[in-house]
């Protein structure tokens, strides 16, 4: 058995991380639509909003402690377009990032349709609805509520993701308090968590591109039809684009409140005060002004 596995090991590092994240991504979403789906076909007999909340949060941690030693985890293309940004991961890795990602949550769709294909048939009465009161579509992907404007949509999604780059980037900022050792996959899940119960109601907290679109082809082309890209108005793009802008926004807020202020490490402080700089002061902050720093 040690034999035949080791033949089937992918030697190109791209790939493998590749394979990471869709795995990752798969976990968390077979957990997350698979709670969506236990909830709403038993008619919230057997679960109700916050198990979709624990569905979700702990199917992010579950995806993470899958893929975090191989891909780092993103597990969301949004995550890795704002660490692209920050030139944390390279531009090259980027679409391959985003497919494997969007590829995973349609797997993922694919199991929990399989999984629950005749209580989905049961409750729709043999048919697939997008909208009503025997909707199935919503299982899988985000669809607005009725009160809720296009724009209004944008600007939950845009909040929403801010709101969780906001907290990764915090978990994993080691010159802050970043999340002990071996605990970061629980506390991304707590973020996902909270942000499910404080901002979940008005359309699903997508936060996440692939999370809505790779569940949302799957229904498009598995008999819920063209419906789900015309309801809410044309809802799908907003998941689509605004997490992105989202994530931008939030990244950018964590840099100018947090990040850029942090002091250099004690190490570079050490160094500088050897070289001659005055205590509480840097190398740095004397070449901005012109002054040579005093050898010992």
Known sequence: METLLRRCRVQNQLLRECMAECLGVYVMILFGCGSVAQVVTTGERKGQYLSINLGFALGTSFGVFVSRGVSGAHLNPAVSLSLCVLGRHPWTKFPFYLVSQVLGAFLAAATVSLQYHEAIRS?????????????TAGIFATYPAD?????GGVADQVIG???L???VLALGDSRNSPAPAG?????????????????GSNSGYAINPARDIGPRLFTYFTGWGVEVFQAGGGWWWVPLVATFVGALLGTLIYELFIEVHHPDSPAE???ARGQGVPAGRTKKDLELEGVEPVQA
């Open 165 to 167: 780059l906001v907290c």
């Open 183 to 199: 605990l970061e996959p629980v506390l991304v899940g707590a973020a996902v968590l909270v942000i499910g119960v404080s901002m």
């Open 161 to 163: 993701t801010a709101a």
């Open 123 to 135: 409750f729709g009465g043999g048919e697939l609805q997008v909208t009503g009161a025997t909707a």
């Open 147 to 151: 009160y809720l404007s296009l724009w």
């Open 269 to 271: 402080l050490r160094a």
